[in-house]
């Protein structure tokens, strides 16, 4: 069974950082299309940010832009997301999402369907 394992959630202040985490459990995911959606409390899952399988290409929500940098690992096959400037906006728990997605990523890889593999999630909580 494929896993994708989040990491690096937890309490901030407003106006702090996070940097979450996602590792696959095989070496599969390095040709994937890797997304990060968020579910805050009372809401529907929406997009937050996505990277193509080789890190060429970036698409992020307009209410991250700019505040939000996805990445992935050189040698391993984990997936960043730096949160810069958090608000209590961004409280939510954070999913990591993987699949071969073929084409620009937008707007595709923008749709939480487009994905088959999950991670658990990872709360963040942003205190004002």
């Known amino acids: 069974q494929v896993q994708l394992v989040e990491s690096g959630g937890g309490l901030v202040q407003a106006g702090g950082s996070l940097r979450l985490s996602c590792a696959p459990s095989?070496?599969?995911?390095?040709?994937?299309?890797m997304g990060w959606f968020r579910q805050g409390p009372g809401k529907e899952r929406e997009f937050v940010s996505a990277?193509?399988?080789?890190?060429?290409?970036?698409a992020y929500a307009d209410s991250v832009k700019g505040r939000f940098t996805i990445s992935r690992g050189d040698a391993e096959n984990t997936v960043y997301l730096q949160m810069n400037s958090l608000s209590p906006e961004d409280t939510a728990v954070y999913y990591c999402?993987?699949?071969?997605?073929?084409?620009?990523?937008?707007?595709?890889?923008?749709?939480?369907?487009?994905?088959?593999?999950w991670g658990q999630g990872t709360q963040v909580t942003v205190a004002s």
């Open positions: 999402a993987a699949d071969h997605i073929v084409g620009p990523l937008v707007p595709r890889a923008t749709i939480h369907s487009e994905y088959h593999y």
């Open positions: 095989e070496r599969t995911f390095i040709s994937y299309t």
């Open positions: 990277i193509s399988w080789n890190g060429a290409d970036t």
